[in-house]
C-alpha cells in the first residue's frame, strides 16, 4: 500500500512540473565537398550453351555404320533365302528374319573391314551454370560544407562537388 502511494504521489510532481521546450527550424545553404558511390554486391546463377571440345578415336569409314545399298542388297538376297526356306504360314516370319540377318551380315562385315582408326577433335554444345557477380548502386554518400562544420549524409540522388544544396537544420531548446 505504501508503494502504490509513493508511486501516485511521484506521478503527480512529473505531471505539475513546468517542462518547457521549444524547436526551431532553418533553411541553410551547404556546399557538397565530395559524393562517395554506395554499391551493393548480389551474385546469380546463369546458365549459358558452351562449346566443350575433346580430342576421341573415330573410325577412319564411318559410313561403315550407316545403312547403305548393300545393306539393302543383303537384306534382299536374306529375305529371299528365308522365303525359300519358310513353310505356310511361317514364310512371312522367315522372309522378315532372313532379310534381317542379311543386312546383319553385312554391316558386320562392313565393320570388321573398318578397323582403322584415327583421333579426331569432337565437340559437342553442353549447358553449363556460371556464377555472375552485379553491382548496383544503392545510394550516395555526401560530404557537405555547412555552418563551419563537414557533415556526411546518405542520399537517393547523386551531386557533383560544388553544387549548392538546401538544408533543414533543427535547432531543440528545453528546460531541466
Same mark, same amino acid.
Given at each position: 500500500?505504501?508503494?502504490?502511494? @509513493? *508511486?501516485?504521489?511521484?506521478?503527480?510532481?512529473?505531471?505539475?512540473?513546468?517542462?518547457?521546450?521549444?524547436?526551431?527550424?532553418?533553411?541553410?545553404?551547404?556546399?557538397?565537398?565530395?559524393?562517395?558511390?554506395?554499391?551493393?554486391?548480389?551474385?546469380?546463377?546463369?546458365?549459358?550453351?558452351?562449346?566443350?571440345?575433346?580430342?576421341?578415336?573415330?573410325?577412319?569409314?564411318?559410313?561403315?555404320?550407316?545403312?547403305? !545399298?548393300?545393306?539393302?542388297?543383303? $537384306? *534382299?538376297?536374306?529375305?529371299?533365302? &528365308?522365303?525359300?526356306?519358310?513353310?505356310?504360314?511361317?514364310?512371312? &516370319? $522367315?522372309?522378315? *528374319? &532372313? !532379310? *534381317?540377318?542379311?543386312?546383319?551380315?553385312?554391316?558386320?562385315?562392313?565393320?570388321?573391314?573398318?578397323?582403322?582408326?584415327?583421333?579426331?577433335?569432337?565437340?559437342? @554444345?553442353?549447358?553449363? @551454370?556460371?556464377?555472375?557477380? @552485379?553491382?548496383?548502386?544503392?545510394?550516395?554518400?555526401?560530404?557537405?560544407?555547412?555552418?563551419?562544420?563537414?557533415?556526411?549524409?546518405?542520399?537517393?540522388?547523386?551531386?557533383?562537388?560544388?553544387?549548392l544544396i538546401t538544408l533543414t537544420k533543427k535547432i531543440s531548446y528545453s528546460l531541466n
Amino acid at each position: 500500500m505504501l508503494k502504490k502511494f @509513493i *508511486l501516485l504521489v511521484g506521478c503527480v510532481i512529473l505531471i505539475s512540473s513546468n517542462s518547457y521546450s521549444k524547436t526551431n527550424f532553418y533553411q541553410v545553404t551547404g556546399s557538397i565537398s565530395s559524393v562517395e558511390v554506395l554499391k551493393t554486391y548480389s551474385t546469380q546463377k546463369v546458365p549459358r550453351d558452351e562449346k566443350r571440345c575433346s580430342i576421341q578415336r573415330v573410325p577412319v569409314n564411318q559410313e561403315a555404320n550407316k545403312f547403305g !545399298a548393300d545393306n539393302f542388297i543383303g $537384306a *534382299l538376297i536374306g529375305g529371299a533365302i &528365308g522365303n525359300r526356306i519358310g513353310e505356310g504360314g511361317g514364310k512371312s &516370319g $522367315a522372309t522378315a *528374319l &532372313g !532379310a *534381317l540377318i542379311g543386312s546383319e551380315v553385312v554391316r558386320s562385315d562392313k565393320a570388321a573391314a573398318n578397323q582403322n582408326f584415327v583421333e579426331k577433335e569432337v565437340c559437342r @554444345i553442353q549447358k553449363v @551454370i556460371h556464377t555472375e557477380t @552485379i553491382e548496383r548502386i544503392s545510394g550516395y554518400k555526401l560530404i557537405v560544407d555547412v555552418d563551419g562544420e563537414t557533415i556526411s549524409f546518405n542520399s537517393n540522388r547523386s551531386y557533383n562537388p560544388g553544387d549548392l544544396i538546401t538544408l533543414t537544420k533543427k535547432i531543440s531548446y528545453s528546460l531541466n
